[in-house]
């Protein structure tokens, strides 16, 4: 790995960490267990510029960090964030592939697409994992019944929904003027 790489992951990492360990919080009004926070932004930029490799590395150091200083009301919390992160990532590098020699590297469409992507990749995934988990005990889930899964997992869609519509339209806006920075 070049010492570029290297250091974009731990500058990165660091942003990350910093900014999902700040005060900068927003609790979901319609479910005020649920936080907005901007710590992905770093993620999704360093992940348009340098790669899935470097998204994928900045997204498990992390997790790893959260789940040693801060993991949240359940032990496993940092794992289910993490899982959003990577499939919201995986949509976003499945349009890049497709669109990379078709259209403009950046520009309004290609962020659209990067987050009509991510969005949907990410509440579906996080969908199923959260009626797939939550039944179970903690520290994987909250021993919650069936109906109340049932009533949750559309809490879990709107707010996964709401934080890629934000996250990755300025992780794609930051990645552009980062480059632009970077080229001249």
């Known amino acids: 790995m070049k010492t570029k790489t290297v250091v974009a992951i731990v500058v990165f990492a660091a942003l990350a960490i910093a900014l999902n360990l700040s005060p900068f919080k927003i609790p979901a009004p319609y479910a005020p267990f649920l936080i907005y926070q901007i710590w992905e932004i770093p993620i999704v930029t360093a992940f348009l510029l340098y790669g899935a490799r470097v998204g994928f590395l900045i997204t498990v150091v992390n997790t790893l960090t959260l789940m040693a200083l801060y993991p949240g009301a359940l032990p496993t919390g940092p794992l289910y964030n993490c899982a959003a992160v990577l499939s919201m990532l995986l949509g976003v590098g499945m349009v890049k592939v497709l669109l990379e020699k078709r259209l ?33 005990a903690p520290p994987v889930g909250y021993s919650l019944p069936e109906e109340a899964i049932v009533a949750m997992v559309p809490l879990v869609v709107l707010f996964n929904v709401t934080l890629a519509l ?19």
Request: charged share 10%; glycine share 8%; proline share 4%.
């Open 104 to 136: 403009p590297k950046h520009g309004v469409i290609v962020s659209a697409s990067f987050t009509a992507a991510g969005v949907a990749l990410r509440a579906g995934f996080m969908a199923l994992l959260n009626y797939a988990l939550l039944r179970f």
């Open 166 to 184: 934000y996250t990755i339209p300025i992780g794609c806006s930051v990645a552009r003027s980062v480059n632009l920075y970077i080229k001249s």
